[in-house]
């Protein structure tokens, strides 16, 4: 890499935002040499939220975090300046927010009577605990594109840490039994902690405000370029030396076509498909409107790079079952603080403590989860805000006789406060933003081996990927860490750098890990 030498990065999302700061970091690259390339109006992909107290706060979710895991985002951030507290790293601020706020959910589960479930016990038959430990120990390459279902007995689906582990990580049943195993193995800490979620951390704010605000401006100080309203749709390319080198990015830049030509020690990582793309929001009177992948065209890119590349892996075995991959999230903000105070009362958590309430006899399989307050940056002091989010849109409400998908927010209040058993005074003041997303959980589509890229693939010069959709041993999707570790494998690659990554940690070697799992199982 010479000192002119500059850094496309298609999409802007925590993949792209990491990469740049790898390349920067650890790279040496200028900033002013990196252009993050991003399709809509803000950065952060994934990891958005945005509004106001007056027109209603919104996210489409947050992601789990820990401390026990999560290697690669921490090695990152314990080198981003905390905002809100100069003289701290985010990773600081973040550690110690968590630890005078610790989790230890006391509802962790919720039944049709509004009465807490007892989850010390896992509701494990000794058929159940044979069959996990079966699934567990098998070797990814002799479970392919089996479901969870292929490997599990139906009554396994109604166990108290099914409806925990589930909602916990958003697994369906008919999701990949190779990612369900990754899991179990990479979060075996939490398997014994599932009914508290007592491993969970928590970012001081949303993960916007607290992960890519802060990210964004070390990257902004270091120069690097935020191009927003702009699409890449298509990759000029040529072989050099029998390998895959682009040379040119097409793009719509505000409207406007424009083509980037590329000089030879130039590089360009690739964002490649999107969790949440085609999502939308409804309103108190309107459901969200119901789009796929032509909507928005996330995806498309990623198509035409992967005809007649089969090294570039199989959009089509994530994209093509809405269905499958699809539920919906709701943000609620109040202007009245009777929700919190009933939610605490009941729960026996202050909120910030408790983690996911979950309705486990819900149609819609509903959960809620009351955030620390403030949540957002702007937040006044006397709003709060909460997040919930169904498993099931597609199915019909215990209280309100409609699909989840065909809600507005009005009636997911309606159905929230069913199974509460509350009166909907205290939803007076509230203003629910339903979100609805059809790729959410692609990522867990049954798959082979070579459906996902690698980061770099075989045969490339100056390009790689770095996404949910890529392949990383041992890691596991739907987490900031799998962006960030793909995004750190990309960068070291291309650029050769030998500083050894983060590995990830071997929880379930341990024999202390080990034993307490088996306790938990067999209870």
């Known amino acids: 890499m010479s000192s002119t030498s500059k850094a496309y990065l298609v999409g802007g999302g925590i993949g792209s935002l990491a990469a740049a700061a790898f390349l920067v970091r650890d790279g040496g690259m200028q900033g002013s040499n990196i252009s993050i390339l ?11 939220g945005a509004g106001d107290a007056d027109r209603g706060y919104s996210m489409r979710g947050g992601r789990m975090l820990t401390t026990d895991n999560y290697e690669c985002t921490w090695d990152l951030f314990k080198s981003i300046p905390s905002i809100a507290q100069p003289g701290l790293t985010v990773f600081e601020e973040t550690l110690a927010f968590n630890e005078l706020h610790v989790s230890h959910a006391r509802a962790r589960l919720v039944d049709s009577r509004r009465a807490k479930v007892p989850v010390t016990s ?22 392919g594109t089996t479901c969870i279902t292929d490997h599990l007995s139906p009554a396994f689906f109604e166990t108290e840490f099914w409806f925990m ?22 979060f075996m800490l939490e398997f014994s902690r599932i009914e508290t979620l007592a491993g969970v951390k928590r970012t001081v704010l949303n993960q ?18 935020m191009v927003a309203d702009c699409t890449v749709t298509d990759l000029d390319h040529r072989t050099v030396n029998g390998k895959f080198t682009v040379i040119g990015l097409h793009c719509t830049l505000k409207g406007r076509s424009e083509t980037m030509i590329l000089e030879d020690d130039d590089l360009v990582f690739v964002q490649n498909g999107s969790m949440t793309d085609a999502s939308s929001l409804g309103s108190m009177t309107d459901p969200p409107p119901k789009l796929t992948r032509a909507h928005n065209g996330t995806w498309t890119l990623w198509e035409k790079l992967a005809d007649g590349r089969p090294s570039f892996g199989k959009p089509a075995v994530f994209n093509s079952c809405v269905a499958q991959s699809c539920w919906e999230s709701f943000t609620v903000t109040l202007k009245d603080p009777a929700f919190f105070d009933q939610m605490q009362r009941f729960s026996g958590n202050e909120a910030g403590t408790g983690g996911l309430v979950t309705f486990k006899d819900s149609n819609w399989l509903m959960s809620i989860v009351l955030a620390h307050q403030p949540h957002f940056a702007n937040q006044p002091a006397d709003v709060q805000v909460f997040w919930g989010y169904g498993l099931f849109p597609d199915r019909v409400g215990n209280f309100v006789a409609k699909p989840m998908a065909d809600c507005n927010g009005d009636e997911i209040l309606q159905e929230l406060c069913g199974h509460l058993r509350l009166d909907l005074d205290v ?9 609805r997303m059809p790729y959410i959980t692609s990522m867990f589509m049954p798959r082979a081996p070579g459906d996902r890229p690698p980061p770099v693939p075989p045969g490339t010069r100056n390009f790689a990927f770095i996404s ?3 392949e990383v041993p041992l890691d596991t999707v739907f987490t900031v860490e799998f962006s960030v570790r793909a995004a750190q494998m990309a960068v070291y690659e ?3 750098i030998e500083r050894a990554i983060p590995a990830v940690t071997p929880h379930d070697q341990s024999l202390h890990a080990r034993f307490e799992a088996l306790v938990k199982a067999l209870k």
């Open 38 to 48: 991003e399709t809509g109006s803000t950065l952060g992909g994934s990891l958005d």
């Open 208 to 225: 916007y405000d607290s992960l890519v605000v802060p990210l964004q401006r070390w990257l902004e100080a270091q120069g690097v370029r």
């Open 122 to 143: 896992m509701g494990f038959s000794m058929q159940d605990r044979l069959e996990l430990l079966k699934l567990s120990s098998a070797d990814e390459s002799d479970l």
């Open 494 to 496: 291309l650029l050769g």
């Open 427 to 435: 939803m007076a003041s509230a203003n629910c933003i339903p979100c």
């Open 468 to 470: 949910q959709f890529v």
């Open 165 to 186: 582990w589930a909602t916990t990580f958003a697994f369906q049943p008919w999701h990949s039994a190779v990612e369900f195993r990754r899991y179990l193995h990479r």
